[in-house]
C-alpha cells in the first residue's frame, strides 16, 4: 500500500527520516535503508537539512525507490527559485517519487555555507499551489504542460510554536493552499499535542507526530536552549538522567515507544514520523517496543 | 537614506597607490548624518592622506551627491584643484560616487566608503533597515511591517516554524518580523489581511538596473 493510501486507509502510519550524507560514500545510509525496508509506510528524505550542503533529496529518493522503499522528497524553498523548483518537481515526478513535503527550510545562516545567498523566491504556502497547480496540468504562471504531476503533497507544522497563533494561521493557509498532509516538529508533551490536535482535527488533513528520539539527558537539554519549538518537560529529562549514561539512549528509546503507544492507542493523531538523527538503526527497535513490529 | 560605512582603510589605501593628489567630494545628506561624508569626516581624511605623504588639492562637501546636474555646478568653483588632482576620491554613497564618475570622464573615481542600505535613523548615527525597495510594496497587507525586509527569508505568508519567543530563528537580535506584524494586526483588528494567501512576489518588479522618467508621467498626467 503506497503511503497516501495508507493514511487514507486510517492505518496508524510510521515514517522515519534518513539524512543524505556529505560526500559520495553512501554505504552507511544503505545500511539503515535495508534495515528499514517493509517496516515503515514511508521514508522522508531530508533536503540539505539545517542548511548543511549534503547530497540533494531527490537522487536519495530515487534511490531508496528502487530498493522498494516508498520515499517522501522534501523540498524547501532556500536553494532554488521558482523555475529550479518546479523543474525539480517534475524531475522527481518522472522518476517515479510521488509524495513531497514541502518546507520554507533552514536559513543559510543555520549551515556550513553561510555566505550562501538565501534565495526563498517562494515558500512553503506558495510551494503547496505550486504542487496543486503541477498536480493540474499548469505551472505556476497557468502555462499549459504536457502531462501532469501526481504528488501527495504535505507541510509541516510546530504545534509548540511561541507565540502559537500566527503559526496556525499558517498552518490554516497550509491546509487552504493544499497540503494534505503534516508532519509536525518534535512533540514530547502529549497532553499539550492534544489540543493542537483539537485544532488540527476540524480540517480534514492527516498529521504525523514528529518525534525526535532522546539519546541523552545533554541532548533534551540542548534542545530545550536552541531549538525554537521543541520543549522537552523536565520529567523526560530526569528519565534520561536517572537512566544513566549507558542506558540513556535506551531510556530515550522506550519514551519513543511510549509516546507513540499512547499516540495510537488513544488516537490522538493518523501517524508518526520518527527522527532518529545518527541513530536510524533503532527504528526497528522503537517500533518494536511500541507494538508496531 | 543611504547607509554609509568607511571602507577598510587598506582597500582604500590600496585603490589610491598611484596617486600622488586626491579631490576629496563628501555629500551633506546621508554620508554626513551617518558620518562618513559630512565636513569632519573630510578634513579627518585630508589629515590621515597628508600624514600618508599625499597632497589633497581640495575638498568640497556637496549639498546632493547623488544629484548630477546640482552636483556639477555646485563644482565649478573648484575647477583649479580638479584639474590638478590625479584622482577624486568621494565620500559620499554608491550613487554619489557614481555621479563624480559621470562628471569626471578623464580621472579616476573611488568609493571611500561602502555602501549598506536604505535606513531609518533611529537615533543619532543608529540606522535600521525598513525597507529593500522591491518595487512593489506590500506594507498595505502587512500591518505596515515589511517581511521582504525584516525577515531573514523575506517570507510573505507567516511565520517559519523557527520563531523563538517572538524572536527569530536567523537571530536572537531580531524580533520575528511575523510575530510584531500578527500583534500590530491584532491591535488594529485587521487579522483578516493575514490569514489570505500572499501570491509569489514578482521581482521583475526589480529588475536591474531600474530607472524612472517621473517627469514624463507627469505630463501624461496633465494631458
Ligand atoms: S514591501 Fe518592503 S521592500 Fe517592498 S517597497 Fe514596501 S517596504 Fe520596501
Ligand atoms: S523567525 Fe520570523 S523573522 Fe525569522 S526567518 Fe522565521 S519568520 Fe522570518
Same mark, same amino acid.
Given at each position: 500500500?503506497?503511503?497516501?493510501?495508507?493514511?487514507?486507509?486510517?492505518?496508524?502510519?510510521?515514517?522515519?527520516?534518513?539524512?543524505?550524507?556529505?560526500?559520495?560514500?553512501?554505504?552507511?545510509?544503505?545500511?539503515?535503508?535495508?534495515?528499514?525496508?517493509?517496516?515503515?509506510?514511508?521514508?522522508?528524505?531530508?533536503?540539505? $537539512? &539545517?542548511?548543511?550542503?549534503?547530497?540533494?533529496? /531527490?537522487? +536519495?529518493?530515487?534511490? #531508496?525507490?528502487?530498493? %522498494?522503499?516508498? =520515499?517522501?522528497?522534501?523540498?524547501?524553498?532556500?536553494?532554488?527559485?521558482?523555475?529550479?523548483? $518546479? &523543474?525539480?518537481?517534475?524531475?522527481?515526478?518522472? /522518476?517515479? +517519487?510521488?509524495?513531497? #513535503?514541502?518546507?520554507? %527550510?533552514?536559513? =543559510?545562516?543555520?549551515?556550513?555555507?553561510?555566505?550562501?545567498?538565501?534565495?526563498?523566491?517562494?515558500? &512553503?504556502?506558495?510551494?503547496?499551489?505550486?504542487?496543486?497547480?503541477?498536480?493540474?496540468?499548469?505551472?505556476?504562471? %497557468?502555462?499549459?504542460?504536457?502531462?501532469?504531476?501526481?504528488?501527495?503533497?504535505?507541510?509541516?507544522?510546530?504545534?509548540?510554536?511561541?507565540?502559537?497563533?500566527?503559526?496556525?494561521?499558517?498552518?490554516?493557509?497550509?491546509?487552504?493552499?493544499?497540503?494534505?498532509?503534516?508532519?509536525?516538529?518534535?512533540?514530547?508533551?502529549?497532553?499539550?499535542?492534544?489540543?493542537?490536535?483539537?485544532?488540527?482535527?476540524?480540517?480534514?488533513?492527516?498529521?504525523?507526530?514528529?518525534?525526535?528520539?532522546?539519546?541523552?539527558?545533554?541532548?533534551?537539554?540542548?534542545?530545550?536552549?536552541?531549538?525554537?519549538?521543541?520543549?522537552?518537560?523536565?520529567?523526560?529529562?530526569?528519565?534520561?538522567?536517572?537512566?544513566?549514561?549507558?542506558?540513556?539512549?535506551?531510556?530515550?528509546?522506550?519514551?519513543?515507544?511510549?509516546?507513540?503507544?499512547?499516540?495510537?492507542?488513544?488516537?490522538?493523531?493518523?501517524?508518526?514520523?520518527?527522527?532518529?538523527?545518527?541513530?536510524?538503526?533503532?527504528?526497528?527497535?522503537?517500533?518494536?517496543?511500541?507494538?508496531?513490529? | 537614506?543611504?547607509?554609509?560605512?568607511?571602507?577598510?582603510?587598506?582597500?582604500?589605501?590600496?585603490?589610491?597607490?598611484?596617486?600622488?593628489?586626491?579631490?576629496?567630494?563628501?555629500?551633506?545628506?546621508?554620508?554626513?548624518?551617518?558620518?562618513?561624508?559630512?565636513?569632519?569626516?573630510?578634513?579627518?581624511?585630508?589629515?590621515?592622506?597628508?600624514?600618508?605623504?599625499?597632497?589633497?588639492?581640495?575638498?568640497?562637501?556637496?549639498?546632493?551627491?547623488?544629484?548630477?546636474?546640482?552636483?556639477?555646478?555646485?563644482?565649478?568653483?573648484?575647477?583649479?584643484?580638479?584639474?590638478?588632482?590625479?584622482?577624486?576620491?568621494?565620500?559620499?554613497?554608491?550613487?554619489?560616487?557614481?555621479?563624480?564618475?559621470?562628471?569626471?570622464?578623464?580621472?579616476?573615481?573611488?568609493?571611500?566608503?561602502?555602501?549598506?542600505?536604505?535606513?531609518?535613523?533611529?537615533?543619532?548615527?543608529?540606522?535600521?533597515?525598513?525597507?529593500?525597495?522591491?518595487?512593489?510594496?506590500?506594507?498595505?497587507?502587512?500591518?505596515?511591517?515589511?517581511?521582504?525586509?525584516?525577515?531573514?527569508?523575506?517570507?510573505?505568508?507567516?511565520?517559519?516554524?523557527?520563531?523563538?519567543?517572538?524572536?527569530?530563528?536567523?537571530?536572537?537580535?531580531?524580533?520575528?518580523?511575523?510575530?510584531?506584524?500578527?500583534?500590530?494586526?491584532?491591535?488594529?483588528?485587521?487579522?483578516?489581511?493575514?490569514?489570505?494567501?500572499?501570491?509569489?512576489?514578482?521581482?521583475?518588479?526589480?529588475?536591474?538596473?531600474?530607472?524612472?522618467?517621473?517627469?514624463?508621467?507627469?505630463?501624461?498626467?496633465?494631458?
Amino acid at each position: 500500500m503506497n503511503f497516501r493510501d495508507a493514511l487514507n486507509s486510517g492505518k496508524f502510519v510510521v515514517t522515519a527520516e534518513i539524512g543524505p550524507p556529505k560526500g559520495t560514500d553512501i554505504k552507511e545510509m544503505l545500511h539503515d535503508a535495508e534495515m528499514l525496508k517493509g517496516k515503515l509506510d514511508a521514508v522522508n528524505v531530508t533536503d540539505n $537539512q &539545517s542548511a548543511v550542503m549534503r547530497i540533494n533529496s /531527490l537522487s +536519495i529518493c530515487k534511490i #531508496l525507490l528502487d530498493m %522498494g522503499h516508498e =520515499p517522501i522528497l522534501q523540498v524547501t524553498c532556500r536553494d532554488r527559485n521558482r523555475i529550479g523548483l $518546479q &523543474s525539480d518537481l517534475l524531475g522527481a515526478s518522472v /522518476l517515479g +517519487i510521488k509524495n513531497v #513535503l514541502c518546507m520554507t %527550510g533552514d536559513h =543559510p545562516d543555520a549551515g556550513d555555507h553561510k555566505g550562501a545567498k538565501a534565495v526563498y523566491d517562494i515558500e &512553503s504556502v506558495q510551494l503547496l499551489r505550486v504542487v496543486d497547480s503541477l498536480n493540474n496540468g499548469r505551472d505556476m504562471m %497557468g502555462n499549459e504542460m504536457k502531462g501532469a504531476t501526481d504528488f501527495f503533497q504535505g507541510a509541516v507544522v510546530t504545534p509548540e510554536a511561541n507565540p502559537i497563533e500566527p503559526q496556525l494561521m499558517k498552518f490554516e493557509k497550509k491546509v487552504s493552499a493544499g497540503a494534505k498532509f503534516f508532519q509536525t516538529q518534535a512533540i514530547y508533551d502529549i497532553d499539550k499535542f492534544r489540543d493542537f490536535m483539537k485544532h488540527a482535527r476540524k480540517f480534514s488533513v492527516k498529521v504525523l507526530a514528529g518525534l525526535v528520539l532522546l539519546k541523552s539527558a545533554g541532548m533534551a537539554n540542548y534542545m530545550n536552549k536552541f531549538v525554537p519549538g521543541i520543549t522537552v518537560p523536565p520529567g523526560l529529562i530526569e528519565e534520561l538522567k536517572a537512566a544513566g549514561k549507558e542506558k540513556a539512549l535506551d531510556a530515550g528509546i522506550n519514551i519513543a515507544a511510549r509516546h507513540i503507544k499512547q499516540l495510537r492507542d488513544e488516537k490522538i493523531c493518523d501517524g508518526v514520523h520518527i527522527m532518529a538523527i545518527g541513530a536510524e538503526d533503532k527504528v526497528p527497535l522503537i517500533m518494536e517496543r511500541a507494538g508496531l513490529l | 537614506m543611504i547607509i554609509t560605512k568607511k571602507r577598510e582603510h587598506n582597500d582604500l589605501m590600496e585603490n589610491i597607490k598611484n596617486c600622488n593628489s586626491l579631490f576629496l567630494l563628501g555629500c551633506s545628506e546621508c554620508a554626513t548624518l551617518c558620518g562618513t561624508g559630512g565636513e569632519p569626516e573630510l578634513r579627518a581624511m585630508k589629515e590621515m592622506l597628508e600624514a600618508e605623504g599625499k597632497r589633497v588639492t581640495g575638498t568640497f562637501v556637496s549639498k546632493t551627491g547623488c544629484q548630477v546636474l546640482g552636483t556639477k555646478v555646485e563644482l565649478k568653483q573648484f575647477k583649479d584643484a580638479l584639474a590638478e588632482t590625479d584622482c577624486i576620491l568621494v565620500m559620499s554613497c554608491g550613487a554619489g560616487t557614481q555621479t563624480a564618475v559621470e562628471l569626471f570622464q578623464d580621472k579616476p573615481v573611488y568609493p571611500a566608503n561602502d555602501s549598506l542600505f536604505l535606513g531609518n535613523m533611529t537615533r543619532i548615527q543608529m540606522f535600521d533597515e525598513r525597507c529593500s525597495l522591491c518595487g512593489k510594496c506590500i506594507l498595505d497587507k502587512t500591518g505596515g511591517i515589511c517581511p521582504v525586509t525584516a525577515c531573514p527569508k523575506g517570507l510573505l505568508n507567516g511565520p517559519c516554524g523557527g520563531t523563538n519567543n517572538g524572536k527569530c530563528e536567523v537571530s536572537a537580535d531580531i524580533e520575528c518580523a511575523w510575530v510584531r506584524i500578527y500583534n500590530r494586526l491584532k491591535r488594529l483588528d485587521q487579522l483578516e489581511d493575514m490569514k489570505r494567501i500572499a501570491e509569489p512576489k514578482d521581482w521583475s518588479a526589480h529588475k536591474k538596473p531600474m530607472s524612472l522618467n517621473a517627469r514624463e508621467k507627469k505630463e501624461e498626467v496633465e494631458k
